[in-house]
């Protein structure tokens, strides 16, 4: 069974970091490309970064470049969203997702298969 288990959220401040953690189950690690998205309240799901599963090449949404970083460990099946220069407009609950394909035009997404339960980031101006 694929699973996926997000840890890492909080409260913060503007300008503050925060890093996102996520906890894979080995079939899902090993076969699928990891990412993450978000979803505030009153608004849809959004792709936030992905990372491919064998090269490791990372993709972002234009509102996270520069200012997110994702990343994986292999020996721990893990996930990283590291966050930084957290803004107001970054509070959602963000997912952690697995999934098959990653696409890069017109704008970077990843096609999620499954999904965790999502950690809550809340950022105070």
């Known amino acids: 069974q694929e699973q996926l288990v997000e840890s890492g959220g909080g409260l913060v401040q503007t300008g503050d970091s925060l890093r996102l953690s996520c906890a894979a189950s080995?079939?899902?690690?090993?076969?699928?490309?990891m990412g993450w998205f978000r979803q505030a309240p009153g608004k849809e799901r959004e792709f936030v970064a992905a990372?491919?599963?064998?090269?490791?090449?990372?993709h972002y949404a234009d509102s996270v470049k520069g200012r997110f970083t994702i990343s994986k460990d292999d020996t721990n099946r893990r996930v990283y969203l590291q966050m930084n220069s957290l803004k107001p407009e970054d509070t959602a609950v963000y997912y952690c997702?697995?999934?098959?394909?990653?696409?890069?035009?017109?704008?970077?997404?990843?096609?999620?298969?499954?999904w965790g339960r999502g950690t809550q980031v809340t950022v105070s101006s």
């Open positions: 997702a697995a999934g098959s394909t990653i696409t890069t035009k017109p704008s970077p997404s990843m096609t999620a298969d499954y």
């Open positions: 080995e079939r899902t690690y090993s076969n699928y490309h």
């Open positions: 990372i491919s599963r064998a090269a490791g090449n990372t």
